[in-house]
């Protein structure tokens, strides 16, 4: 559920919400985002203010925020619950919890997934008591009691599992029509998402509201054995997770973006149902959690019900905030790793954060160099030069809540050296800073966002997202309507300056992937 960071443009970026936006507002403003018009600006305004007439919002007594969105195109209405916590709220030691915890919230609560839960709880009890056991016998190097411990452990396991019912609330979803049914964990947040039918608003109340007031972290030590398989697979066995996590941790030196968001391998391993259990007592309360509806559904019942089922959390505290800065960057930085894979060179620059004055400008920037075969760095690397099979970057990496990164990578070609790669590289971004971009190019690049994702067909959900991301991030979902309106404004001037300003010796950060023959 954690997503590849190099196959990922951006999780919540500007072109996923200005195509949802489109999706919603139909044919008209599809034809108003394929023209090159300088009055495109204008044009488009009366599209996005028909979109925010649809937005409706309210705040439970307990802080729990919602936002809806009405489309009453089909009887169908898409569910996101934010919760504003990920893996850089985590504390020292801890890495992972956050990520974990997302596996577990699908296990179920104290009256669904279970066919006794006294009988469960009494039997997870002590299988936490025997695990603790096993943990010191196995610090102390006695072989003879880990065995003993071992075989006591998996008894207990097996008992805790035969009072289990099998993906219960998966199950409850998908047989009242619901789809989509996922959850998804980044340094910055967790968000758990599926869609209904919407005369089935009252079900989703029920369901989701329980799952967060009532949970049951069980088969913990089964999701951990799978976490530690996913981290396997995605980083130790992977050269490019491998080197994500080195890059990371070269480019931060003090800000939480500095850890992977999947966990530390012995953090994992370390993780026990009690930090699962604070972690979620202290970032689960109500007003650390925003929901998002969108679909064919009415504010009022939508608030109505809010309160019957939501309204029963208590109010919690604030949770800690993020305080750690990342200090300026003084110098270039390097990571090398010698591993068994093609070369691969990578280049990230710190850039502000999605509410920064610039972050349309660099969203820009990012998709005029790296994003498809019309960018500049496909064109320049790949096709003419052909010294990379891949080159490709995103802004906003690994998350964009706080100051965060542009990244650029690419696949050394047979023929070719990681050198060259990176002088190649260099003169791209070189020429952005010392050459006017064309309007034509420019404009490209702006029709380019607006229809990145019109493959997409889930556009209620889309849009769901899109509004809690900028509602949690920049203090109001209204900045994404800002935010599709500051693309269209960018000049080559503005570019120009960002980039100047941005890709600097002592901004950036080099990785280098060697094959180890």
């Given amino acids: 559920m954690v997503i590849n960071v190099l196959k990922l443009s951006r999780f919540m970026g500007y072109t996923i919400s200005l195509l949802c ?22 044009s488009i305004t009366p599209y996005l203010n028909r979109a ?17 969105m009405e489309n009453h195109d089909a009887p169908v209405v898409s569910f996101v619950t934010y919760a504003d916590v990920g893996g850089a709220n985590e504390p020292d030691g801890k890495t992972g919890v956050a990520h974990f915890l997302e596996h577990l919230a699908f296990k179920g609560t104290t009256e669904i997934g ?46 805790a599992a035969s009072y289990v019912q099998q993906n219960a609330f998966g199950r409850i979803v998908e047989t009242a029509g619901g789809v989509n049914i ?11 998402f599926y869609s209904f039918p919407s005369n089935k608003l009252e079900l989703w109340m029920s369901l989701e509201s329980e799952r967060f007031l009532d949970p049951v972290f069980r088969e913990f030590y089964k999701e951990q054995n799978i976490i530690l398989e996913e981290r396997r697979l995605r980083t130790e066995n992977n050269p490019i997770g491998t080197m994500v996590e080195a890059f ?62 939501f309204g029963r959390y208590e109010e919690k505290p604030a949770p800690p905030q993020v305080t750690k800065v990342e200090p300026k960057q003084e110098e270039t930085r390097e990571v090398t790793l010698k591993l068994a894979s093609q070369p691969w060179y990578l280049e990230g620059y710190h850039v502000p954060a999605l509410s920064h004055p610039d972050s349309a400008i660099y969203q820009v920037i990012s998709t005029l160099l790296s994003s498809g075969r019309t960018s500049r760095l496909y064109k320049s690397l790949v096709e003419e030069k052909q010294v990379a099979l891949v080159a490709q970057g995103f802004n906003g990496f690994p998350a964009d809540k706080y ?11 047979p023929n070719a050296s990681i050198e060259e790669v990176a002088t190649a590289l260099s003169l791209e971004i070189e020429k952005l800073k010392t050459e006017p971009v064309f309007e034509q ?59 100047r300003e941005t890709f600097v010796p002592e901004n950036l950060t080099i990785g280098k992937i060697l094959p180890k023959s």
């Fill in 114 to 159: 279970t066919t006794n839960y006294e009988k469960e709880k009494e039997t997870l009890t002590r299988l936490d008591q025997v695990f603790e056991q096993l943990k010191a016998a196995k610090k102390a190097g006695d072989e003879e009691k880990v065995k003993q411990l071992r075989e006591s452990f998996d008894k207990v396991q097996a008992e």
């Fill in 441 to 499: 190019e420019l404009q490209r690049v702006k029709n380019q966002l607006r229809a990145g994702l019109l493959r997409s067909l889930d556009s209620n959900l889309g849009m769901g997202k899109a509004l809690v991301e900028y509602e949690v991030k920049t203090g109001t979902w209204r900045n994404l309507f800002d935010q599709i309106q500051a693309i269209d404004a960018v000049t080559s001037a503005d570019v120009q300056r960002v980039a």
């Fill in 248 to 309: 990371l941790d070269t480019a931060f030196t003090e800000h939480p973006y500095k850890r992977p968001t999947i966990g530390y391998n012995e953090d994992i391993r370390n993780l026990t149902r009690e930090d699962v259990q604070d972690f979620f007592n202290i970032y689960y309360g109500p007003s650390n959690l925003t929901i998002a509806l969108v679909g064919d559904v009415q504010p009022e019942q939508v608030k109505q019900l809010a309160q019957v089922y």
């Fill in 403 to 413: 100051p965060n990164l542009m990244l650029f990578y690419a696949q050394t070609s």
């Fill in 182 to 192: 996922n959850a998804t964990t980044s340094a910055d947040a967790t968000r758990y």
């Fill in 21 to 42: 936006l489109i999706l919603f507002l139909g044919g008209k403003a599809l034809a108003v985002t394929q023209t090159t018009s300088s009055n495109e600006s204008s």
């Fill in 52 to 68: 925010i007439e649809r937005v409706t919002e309210f705040t439970l007594d307990n802080g729990m925020k919602f936002i809806i």
